[in-house]
């Protein structure tokens, strides 16, 4: 998010606050009982915190496998011979050719304009 949206949305929630003493009041009471009660949740619903602290768990351990699963199908493919890719019939110098191959006009910069004389 830019700053320039993040000063828009601080902006438009400055206006909408009450300028009243008395509104004031009222909307921070409401604010730190809305807080109050989402805070002591699982004091209320303690079964439920159990069955999601449990799914959260099995999320996670489920997470880990994937990431780790990931990167190790990535690091055993990703090596630099990829004679993985090569099919069996293919001669080897056709698929990937060796280091060194590239004529000096190929290492010039093509997006450079041609240089002006000042």
């Not at 009243?20 to 921070?28: F, G, I, N, P, T």
């Not at 009660?37 to 999320?59: I, Q």
Request: contains cysteine.
């Amino acid at each position: 998010m830019s700053i320039v949206k993040i000063g828009i949305l601080v902006a438009l929630v400055v206006a909408v606050l009450p300028a009243d003493k008395e509104q004031q009041a009222r909307l921070y009471d409401r604010a730190a009982g809305a807080v109050h009660w989402t805070a002591t949740f699982c004091d209320r619903n303690g079964t439920t915190c159990e069955k999601a602290g449990d799914l959260w768990s099995a999320f996670v351990v489920k997470a880990k496998f994937g990431a780790q699963m990931a990167y190790e199908l990535a690091m055993k493919y990703s090596k630099s011979d990829h004679s993985y890719l090569a099919p069996a019939s293919a001669e080897p110098d056709t698929m990937m050719p060796g280091p060194g191959t590239l004529k000096p006009g190929d290492l010039e910069p093509a997006w450079r304009g041609a240089p002006t004389d000042t």
